[in-house]
């Protein structure tokens, strides 16, 4: 999609979460309780920041590589990558992708995360990149883990990588978390059940041993779809 | 076709990743317009404060031009010493706050023109899909006839109007979001 295409669809609430989810408590408190307003897309919207390779450098991609202090962060290392594209399975180029996770032990690099597992000195679990032209992004990281948290009694959050992406327009902003296949706590964890059933698949990556790097990386791919024109080229 | 990847809450640790110094400055020493400092307060349904929220503020510079190629109006001039897009964190008081300049008006639907108004996107813990909503200006007549603003009922435009004060040299205006409940601020579905 070129900036200059400014038809977008209404948003596809089918795919996403409603505010509020009672199984996930901090939704009861802050989740609006009135229906949102709803607008024409005008020049406010229909525009956005245009975030790109100002604000980062290669070794950003590489999350087992951009915080060493002393040593390599220690896990399973892994490569995830895949294509941004929108509705229509059109490429996305030059969004900014940024990811955060915990480290291997299940620990983010974070004041506010209490967990008695240890920190990594050489992972941040930061990074980010820039889609390609054909919307391809591709990080290095190290798998996270599962971690403990107070939702409920015996909760455990399955292993995810969080993402968040600038599309074309303020209108495509995504902030959203991967999953990994066949994890049994997904069916547990209410943030991922909080997705209507059709659309929770969308957020688990897919082993491929084509990614995967021989001697070094498994590989996972997860492809992400912003919101965009939805015919694909020739229909429109 | 491809179908949206569903969106999830930004959780509350993604301050390492998204937040850097600075970063909710957008007004350097070049930028054209007037000065000021907007800034508010986050609070939940209970009147809480929510200081794991990450704001996000997108805006027009000062004389009403978006810097993004869907904005190709050539009459309006650019200004290179303005993004446009800032973003900042709320501290323990859910208290958020951006340095910047006030807008010029942009077009709205038909000929129709919009007041002058920012962008923001917040994020948290506990909202599993982002929300958009607008802030507005106390001292702007356009207001009256700003097509968004006019959707909403009148009751509660004024969760978007910012207020206007003077403090220490600064002009600031101060918009509080409430989440939920009494007063609940509105938010917009584009």
Redesign the interface.
Request: proline fraction near 9%; glycine fraction near 10%; hydrophobic fraction near 35%.
């Given at each position: 999609m070129s900036d200059g295409d400014t038809t977008y669809p209404p948003r596809d609430l089918a795919s996403h979460p409603p505010a509020l989810h009672e199984a996930y408590g901090s939704t009861k408190a802050r989740a609006p309780s009135l229906a949102p307003v709803v607008v024409p897309h005008t020049l406010s919207e229909l525009t956005g920041p245009r975030l790109g390779l100002d604000r980062h450098e290669a070794i950003d991609a590489d999350l087992t590589r951009n915080a060493v202090r002393n040593g390599a962060p220690l896990g399973e290392r892994i490569v995830v990558t895949g294509r941004v594209m929108d509705e229509g399975e059109r490429p996305v180029p030059d969004a900014l992708v940024e990811v955060w996770q915990c480290n291997a032990a299940g620990r983010y690099h974070h004041p506010g995360d209490q967990h008695d597992a240890p920190i990594d000195p050489n992972f941040s679990g930061a990074g980010s990149c820039v889609s390609d032209a054909d919307g391809r992004y591709r990080f290095t990281t190290l798998k996270p883990a599962a971690y403990p948290w107070g939702n409920h009694p015996n909760a455990w959050r399955p292993a995810h990588i969080h993402f968040s992406l600038f599309g074309p327009a303020t209108l495509t902003r995504l902030i959203t978390q991967m999953y990994f296949p066949g994890d049994p706590l997904l069916p547990l964890d209410p943030i991922f059940m909080s997705t209507p059933a059709g659309a929770r698949d969308r957020l688990v990556a897919a082993y491929d041993h084509d990614v995967t790097m021989p001697g070094h990386a498994l590989g996972y791919r997860f492809d992400i779809v912003l919101r965009g024109r939805r015919a694909t080229p020739g229909e429109g | 076709?491809?179908?949206?990847?569903?969106?999830?809450?930004?959780?509350?640790?993604?301050?390492?990743?998204?937040i850097r110094p600075g970063e909710n400055i957008l007004a350097g020493d070049d930028t054209a317009g007037a000065r000021i400092v907007v800034e508010g307060r986050i609070t939940?349904?209970?009147g809480?404060p929510?200081g794991?929220a990450l704001v996000?503020l997108?805006q027009?510079n000062a004389a009403g031009r978006?810097?993004?190629?869907?904005?190709?109006r050539a009459e309006v001039p650019l200004d290179a010493a303005f993004?446009?897009?800032g973003r900042g964190r709320t501290d323990g008081d859910g208290v958020f706050r951006f340095e910047t300049i006030k807008p010029g008006p942009?077009?709205?639907?038909g000929n129709s023109l919009?007041a002058p108004?920012l962008?923001l996107?917040i994020?948290?813990?506990?909202?599993?899909?982002?929300?958009?909503t607008?802030l507005y200006f106390e001292d702007e007549a356009a207001n009256e006839t700003d097509?968004?603003l006019n959707?909403?009922d009148e009751a509660r435009r004024g969760t978007l109007i910012a207020q206007r004060r003077e403090r220490g040299g600064q002009t600031v205006y101060r918009l509080d979001i409430r989440?939920?409940?009494a007063g609940?601020?509105?938010?917009?579905?584009?």
């Amino acid at each position: 999609m070129s900036d200059g295409d400014t038809t977008y669809p209404p948003r596809d609430l089918a795919s996403h979460p409603p505010a509020l989810h009672e199984a996930y408590g901090s939704t009861k408190a802050r989740a609006p309780s009135l229906a949102p307003v709803v607008v024409p897309h005008t020049l406010s919207e229909l525009t956005g920041p245009r975030l790109g390779l100002d604000r980062h450098e290669a070794i950003d991609a590489d999350l087992t590589r951009n915080a060493v202090r002393n040593g390599a962060p220690l896990g399973e290392r892994i490569v995830v990558t895949g294509r941004v594209m929108d509705e229509g399975e059109r490429p996305v180029p030059d969004a900014l992708v940024e990811v955060w996770q915990c480290n291997a032990a299940g620990r983010y690099h974070h004041p506010g995360d209490q967990h008695d597992a240890p920190i990594d000195p050489n992972f941040s679990g930061a990074g980010s990149c820039v889609s390609d032209a054909d919307g391809r992004y591709r990080f290095t990281t190290l798998k996270p883990a599962a971690y403990p948290w107070g939702n409920h009694p015996n909760a455990w959050r399955p292993a995810h990588i969080h993402f968040s992406l600038f599309g074309p327009a303020t209108l495509t902003r995504l902030i959203t978390q991967m999953y990994f296949p066949g994890d049994p706590l997904l069916p547990l964890d209410p943030i991922f059940m909080s997705t209507p059933a059709g659309a929770r698949d969308r957020l688990v990556a897919a082993y491929d041993h084509d990614v995967t790097m021989p001697g070094h990386a498994l590989g996972y791919r997860f492809d992400i779809v912003l919101r965009g024109r939805r015919a694909t080229p020739g229909e429109g | 076709m491809a179908r949206e990847t569903p969106s999830q809450t930004i959780g509350p640790f993604f301050h390492e990743a998204l937040i850097r110094p600075g970063e909710n400055i957008l007004a350097g020493d070049d930028t054209a317009g007037a000065r000021i400092v907007v800034e508010g307060r986050i609070t939940d349904g209970d009147g809480a404060p929510v200081g794991d929220a990450l704001v996000e503020l997108w805006q027009a510079n000062a004389a009403g031009r978006y810097a993004h190629a869907t904005d190709a109006r050539a009459e309006v001039p650019l200004d290179a010493a303005f993004t446009g897009y800032g973003r900042g964190r709320t501290d323990g008081d859910g208290v958020f706050r951006f340095e910047t300049i006030k807008p010029g008006p942009v077009p709205g639907p038909g000929n129709s023109l919009q007041a002058p108004h920012l962008n923001l996107v917040i994020f948290a813990r506990g909202l599993l899909n982002h929300l958009t909503t607008r802030l507005y200006f106390e001292d702007e007549a356009a207001n009256e006839t700003d097509p968004v603003l006019n959707l909403v009922d009148e009751a509660r435009r004024g969760t978007l109007i910012a207020q206007r004060r003077e403090r220490g040299g600064q002009t600031v205006y101060r918009l509080d979001i409430r989440l939920q409940g009494a007063g609940e601020t509105v938010f917009l579905e584009a």
